[in-house]
């Protein structure tokens, strides 16, 4: 837009100029000489009264202002001998009466009467300026009268045309109208468009004041007469009283909104709205007002209305205010133009090409230069609008990715970088949705020493610690079959979560984990390794605890409770891994009623032992029983592990140990009557170690039964004696050296501390079950196997192999040198009686071998 504008004003510029000094042939056109005569308002006299009146007196110009007179000028100008000669041009259009007379010889031989206050129709030839046609003459005796009375300024620019050549003239000037008002048009109609697309009253009020001054200029030369009321000369009259006030008017409250001048002058602001009331008030009085005065006091407002809007563009602009510049710069042109127009109308300037046209090219500059103010703010205001919409998707994408690091960091633990238990307990809940029958392991594992790390290191090392745990069980679970994937953050990949600072968790596929009973321990086992870090083994004492799904909880929070509660059991306590069960879970209502239960069955002997044999592998005998509590007459079954952590947590598992062990010498007994010498092994809790009276009653009772001394193994774990070892130390070494032997039971289940081991008063050592199970097929299983067999061997200790089902392991135990081994390969754990026929049936078929 801008560079098509620059290049119309270029135009503009040179056709004004070529019309300016455009050099007029001398045969086409004459500057009359003029007589003229002025007569008092009222005074009417005819044509021929005028021809014979001595009151001529000479004109020094072709182009007479008479300014603002109600008097009636007659002007007598000699038509030249001139055969080209054929036009009279009055280049004026406001002129309410103008009486055209043609005197041949000095008789009146034509007559026209014409003016504003006709209708244009009635005009000899249509134009907007006054053309008088008449025949050419030769004689040089011919004159032209002309009588004219006006309202406004009486302002009579006489040429002497040759038709042709006036058209060709005018045709110029023409275009050059035709240019000006495309531009004020073009720029009206473009601003228009802005406005309806913009809704910015600016624009509009550009468009209205664009639109007051085209119709001023309009009015001014005639074109508006000619073009838009020809038929109304009332309207013609009166048109200059109203586009005038309505013109500044507008253009005053567009400088004001173009200005912003309520926020950058609020004084100028009040002055302009003054002097719009002053202004609308002139349109209003105008109307009642007769011409002349009603115009000269339009006038009067304009020119102080168009100082002010000339000042208050530099004012601004000294200011520092942006797009004053434009605005004082456009308001220069069009003031200028305005002033030179109105001292013309005044009479102050003479009629030439700057005074006639200087308001139209005053205003063609200022509609220009606007317009360019116009659209560069449009442009700012869209510059401004896109920066302002980056800003806003900037700060819609920094708000974003916060958002997204938000629900990250919501979802991650900030120091081991692991989904947290916000984000551990939804993926367990989408699991447990998705495939509600599946059973899925919740894996707690918490750090039990890390306090004391901490105390031990400081924060900064036990957070370097913790984040090395972290990482290194995540890598361990990751080996787990069964493990399920906790998704992927920043390349990596999560099967640990961070429940909280010293907790992790993890779930699996339980049934395939089941059937991989020893990656499980091997994993329990790396879990529950001493982190290395800077060279010191540092033990975490890891303790895993596990929920199942669906049986232990349908919802990701009990199970994950569920599995808390397993891991702060004395079982995770003691053997590291624990599987949470509702007598177990001190926190169940159910339990309640089984501790109450329990206890009634201690007092009622509703509890029962039942023995599993143990055989020596060299001679083949059955040297041993092991006791196993059982609970009898139940509706719902309990285990043996159930019962004693039941008992442990409620303090039952004194009353309940001792009962074991004065049912065992009984069942001894009983054993002994029927022929069979065996041990008895009896299972002891940890928490009875911690008895004060422990050892004194034991040794009352073993006295008091002299038969049984030394008979009576008391089994304990290595694990559950790490949970107060020196205590437990002392215990077990005051009841060996009352001579009770110890045995190891559950070795290679946990973490293994020989040299804790080591100082144990121990007999025996019984490698747990989940060593033996796959013997024959693990040849890593059976390299731990045969070590720990050697390594006991050279330690002193017997070594007893649990849970051997197959002959094959027992062969193969049999041929690592193992002493003992238990199991259902043997018979599962009987009632005594059941013991006693299963004893007597073996002690047959031995015989039956030996004589058969
Ligand atoms: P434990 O001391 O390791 O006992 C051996 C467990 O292995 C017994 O489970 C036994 O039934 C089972 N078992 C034996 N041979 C096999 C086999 O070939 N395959 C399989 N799969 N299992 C076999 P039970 O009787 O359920 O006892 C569980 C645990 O409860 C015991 O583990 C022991 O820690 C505890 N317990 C049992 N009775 C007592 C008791 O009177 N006092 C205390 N303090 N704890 C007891
Ligand atoms: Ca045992
Ligand atoms: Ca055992």
Redesign the pocket.
Same mark, same amino acid.
Request: overall charge negative.
């Given at each position: 837009m801008t560079r098509f504008q620059r290049s119309r004003s270029l135009a503009v510029l040179t056709l004004l100029l070529s019309l300016a000094f455009s050099c007029r042939g001398a045969e086409t056109f004459r500057f009359p000489d003029v007589e003229f005569m002025r007569l008092a308002p009222g005074v009417q006299i005819s044509a021929e009264e005028a021809l014979t009146s001595s009151d001529w007196q000479p004109l020094e110009t072709s182009s007479p202002n008479f300014g603002y007179t109600l008097d009636t000028v007659w002007f007598r100008l000699n038509v030249p001998a001139d055969r080209q000669i054929d036009l009279l041009e009055i280049a004026y259009s406001q002129l309410d009466h103008v009486a055209f007379y043609v005197v041949d010889n000095g008789k009146l031989t034509e007559a026209i009467i014409t003016g504003d206050r006709y209708p244009f129709t009635q005009r000899p030839i249509l134009n907007r300026h006054f053309l008088f046609p008449f025949s050419p003459d030769t004689s040089g005796n011919r004159k032209i009268l002309l009588e004219i009375r006006t309202e406004g300024t009486l302002q009579v620019p006489m040429t002497l045309w040759n038709t042709q050549a006036f058209f060709e003239h005018a045709s110029v000037e023409e275009q050059l109208h035709a240019v000006y008002y495309g531009i004020l048009i073009s720029v009206i109609f473009f601003n228009l468009f802005v406005f309806l697309a913009l809704r910015e009253p600016v624009y509009l009020l550009y468009v209205l004041s664009t639109f007051g001054y085209l119709l001023i200029i309009g009015n001014m030369n005639g074109t508006a007469f000619q073009l838009i009321w020809p038929g109304s000369p009332e309207i013609q009259n009166r048109a200059m009283l109203f586009t005038v006030p309505l013109a500044v008017i507008f253009t005053l409250l567009f400088s004001r909104s173009f200005l912003r001048l309520k926020q950058t002058g609020p004084l100028l602001n009040r002055v302009v709205l003054g002097f719009v009331t002053l202004n609308a008030a002139m349109v209003v009085i105008t109307g009642i007002l007769e011409y002349s005065t009603a115009m000269r006091l339009i006038v009067a407002m304009a020119i102080p209305s168009t100082l002010l809007l000339t000042v208050i563009g530099p004012l601004q602009w000294f200011r520092g205010k942006p797009q004053a510049g434009y605005y004082t710069m456009a308001w220069g042109a069009l003031s200028l133009g305005s002033a030179i127009t109105a001292a013309n109308k005044y009479g102050l300037l003479p009629n030439n090409f700057i005074t006639t046209y200087g308001m139209e090219i005053g205003s063609a500059f200022e509609v220009i230069l606007l317009a360019l103010a116009l659209a560069a703010r449009l442009y700012q205001e869209r510059q401004d609008k896109v920066e302002a919409r980056e800003a806003e998707l900037a700060a819609m994408a920094a708000r974003r990715s916060a958002e997204l690091k938000l629900i990250e960091s919501a979802l991650h633990n900030p120091l081991t970088g692991l989904p947290n238990r916000a984000s551990f307990e939804m993926q367990v809940s989408d699991l447990i949705r998705q495939s509600p029958k599946t059973r899925h392991g919740i894996v707690v594992i918490h750090l039990n020493n890390l306090q004391s790390v901490t105390k031990t290191l400081g924060h900064q090392n036990s957070d370097r610690i913790l984040e090395l745990a972290s990482r290194n069980m995540n890598a361990i679970m990751r080996e787990l079959p069964g493990i399920i994937s906790l998704g992927q953050h920043n390349g990596r990949n999560f099967f640990l979560a961070s429940l909280d600072s010293e907790t992790f968790a993890c779930v699996v596929d339980a049934s395939v984990a089941e059937s991989a009973r020893r990656a499980v321990v091997h994993a329990v086992d790396a879990v529950r390794s001493p982190i290395d870090y800077l060279g010191m083994q540092v033990p975490l004492n890891a303790q895993v605890g596990v929920a199942i799904s669906p049986v232990n909880g349908t919802d990701s929070t009990s199970l994950i409770r569920r599995a808390v509660i397993a891991e702060g059991s004395d079982r995770a306590r003691e053997r590291g891994i624990a599987y949470y069960k509702p007598s177990r879970d001190s926190y169940s209502a159910g339990r309640l009623t089984m501790v109450s239960e329990l206890q009634q069955a201690l007092a009622n002997d509703g509890l029962k032992l039942h023995v599993?044999p143990k055989l020596d592998l060299k001679t083949g005998r059955i040297t041993g029983m092991?006791?196993?509590?059982r609970w009898p007459g139940r509706d719902q079954p309990v285990?043996?592990?159930e019962i004693?952590v039941l008992a442990e947590q409620t303090g039952l598992i004194k009353p309940l140990?001792r009962w @074991?062990l004065e049912q065992s010498l009984q069942l001894r007994s009983c054993l002994l009557e029927t022929g069979h010498v065996v041990d008895l092994s009896?299972?002891?809790?940890p928490n009875n170690l911690r008895e004060p009276d422990f050892p004194l009653f034991v040794k009352r009772l073993m006295s008091a039964h002299p038969q049984h001394s030394g008979a009576i193994i008391f089994?304990v774990t290595e694990t559950s004696m790490m949970q107060d070892p020196v205590n437990a130390l002392k215990t077990l070494n005051s009841l060996a050296n009352a001579g009770i032997p110890v045995s190891i039971?559950?070795f290679g289940s946990g973490y293994s501390s020989l040299s804790y081991i080591k100082q144990l008063p121990a007999s025996e050592i019984k490698i747990d079950?989940s060593l033996i199970t796959d013997l024959a097929t693990r040849e890593e299983d059976r390299v731990i196997v045969q070590t720990t067999i050697d390594m006991c061997h050279s330690l002193g200790y017997l070594v007893v192999a649990?849970? @051997?089902?197959h002959e094959v392991t027992a062969n193969m135990l049999k041929d690592m040198g193992c002493d003992m081994i238990?199991?259902?390969?043997l018979s599962r754990?009987l009632p005594l009686e059941d013991m006693l026929i299963w004893l007597a049936e073996r002690r047959k078929a031995a015989l039956q071998q030996v004589s058969g």
């Open positions: 599993q092991e006791a196993l509590i285990g043996a592990d004693i140990t @074991v009896v299972n002891i809790s089994e039971d559950d079950r649990e849970g @051997v089902e238990q199991g259902y390969l754990p």
